[in-house]
């Protein structure tokens, strides 16, 4: 789990706010700044982010407004990787979920809550 809160600062964005084209620069932004990103705890299978898989963004909600701050959250799909017993190979596996965020408006700065997803239960049959 990502036990610390996680901090960027977005710029691009912020002048497009209040506008449809808004989503879109977020996330790119976001895509510039994904190792950043609080998937790691998101993980659930005790590996890491693929760094070859860049992750998708999704469905921004923006559900409180306050002053010069926003909080939301959007969906994102990424791809884990686990180690295997070959040195060179992964077992990679894709997963989604959603990641909870506070904006400040004036700085562009985004605090990431800390986000898991459950732990997978694999089917008897599955391997």
């Not at 005790?46 to 959007?74: A, C, M, R, T």
């Not at 989604?96 to 700085?107: Q, V």
């Amino acid at each position: 789990m990502h036990d610390q809160p996680t901090y960027i600062t977005v710029t691009k964005c912020l002048s497009h706010w209040g506008t449809s084209k808004f989503e879109e620069v977020f996330f790119a932004e976001l895509s510039e700044q994904d190792q950043k990103l609080p998937l790691q705890g998101m993980c659930v299978s005790g590996g890491y982010p693929s760094v070859q898989n860049w992750p998708e963004f999704e469905d921004l909600k923006i559900v409180k407004h306050y002053g010069n701050s926003v909080s939301g959250n959007f969906a994102v799909s990424f791809t884990e990787e686990m180690n295997t017993s070959c040195r060179d190979q992964t077992f990679p596996e894709r997963l989604s979920g959603r990641i909870s965020f506070s904006m400040t408006l004036t700085t562009g700065e985004v605090e990431f809550e800390s986000t898991a997803l459950e732990k997978r239960e694999y089917e008897k049959d599955e391997f």
